[in-house]
Structures are given as C-alpha cells and as structure tokens.
C-alpha cells in the first residue's frame, strides 16, 4: 500500500537515510556506554557506572523511536553491527580505557549524536516533517545535557 503522508517518496528516503546514520550513531553510543559501565574502575566507580547506565538506558529507549520513525517514513531501518559500523560517525573501543578516558570518548559520542542530527535538519525542514523534527529535537537537547554533565565530570577549576 502506497504512503501518503504529505511527504514525497524521494523525501522520505533522505529523511530516513539520515535517521539511520542517527541510529547507528545512537546504538553505537549505546553499546560503548554499557561497556564503559561494565569495565569503569577507580575512585569515581560508583558515580560513574550510576551515570553510564542511565545513559545506556535512555539510548535504548531512542534507538527504538528512530527505528520506529523510519518505519513509519516505509523504509527499512538498519539494524546489524556492520550496518551500524558503516553507517556510525562513532568510533568503536575495543579496549578498556581509564575512567577519565572513557568519559572524554562518552563527550565525544554523544557530541557525534548532535551533529548528526542537527545535520539531518535541512531536508526535514523542507519537507516539512514536524514528527522528524520533533525527534530530532528531543535527541539533541538530552545529547547536549548529557555531554555538559560528562564534561563537567573532568572539569578541575572548582
């Protein structure tokens, strides 16, 4: 059954290709924060593997919703680590860095999440995609808090 939701076929495929860099970004972000929370050591141990699995939840939670919005656009969205792999503006650490490192890659990440939403912006706005937009939106404002915490986390000026 053909989509007729106001917005073109051709549209809809950008605005979808764009969400799936979106969600590979966001699962990969999901999958180094759960190991982040598994592996941190050190004297922040506690209040780290606390903030890490909030943040890994809540990116559970998004890469359902994106996924669901490509849907809803009737395209596939992708969803296997070689997909996520190419498609992910987001390094992959297959080692165990110290807490501070960890931290700075988790700023780094979700900084990543924001430009690549942000990036996915001018063909939603011209296609007049609210729902997209509204998606985007939240994304961004929980990456940007999200990335003000963990930086405050290194901050040492008091």
């Given at each position: 059954m053909q989509?007729?939701?106001g917005i073109p076929e051709e549209q809809r495929q950008q605005i979808a290709a764009g969400l799936?860099?979106?969600?590979a970004d966001s699962?990969?972000?999901y999958l180094k924060t759960h190991n982040f929370?598994?592996?941190v050591t050190g004297p922040m141990f506690s209040t780290l593997h606390t903030l890490f699995e909030q943040h890994y939840t809540e990116l559970a939670t998004a890469v359902d919703e994106i996924a669901e919005r490509i849907r809803a656009l009737g395209v596939a969205a992708p969803g296997s680590y070689r997909q996520f792999?190419?498609?992910s503006?987001?390094?992959e650490e297959t080692g165990t860095p110290g807490a501070e490192e960890m931290i700075r890659q988790l700023v780094q990440g979700q900084e990543a999440v924001v430009k690549t939403a942000r990036g996915i912006f001018p063909v939603v706005e011209s296609a007049n995609d609210e729902a997209s937009a509204d998606l985007l939106t939240q994304r961004m404002h929980i990456h940007e808090?999200?990335?003000w915490m963990l930086r405050s986390l290194l901050d040492d000026r008091g």
């Open positions: 989509i007729d939701i799936s860099s979106l969600l699962y990969t972000l929370h598994w592996n792999s190419e498609l503006s987001i390094p808090k999200n990335a």
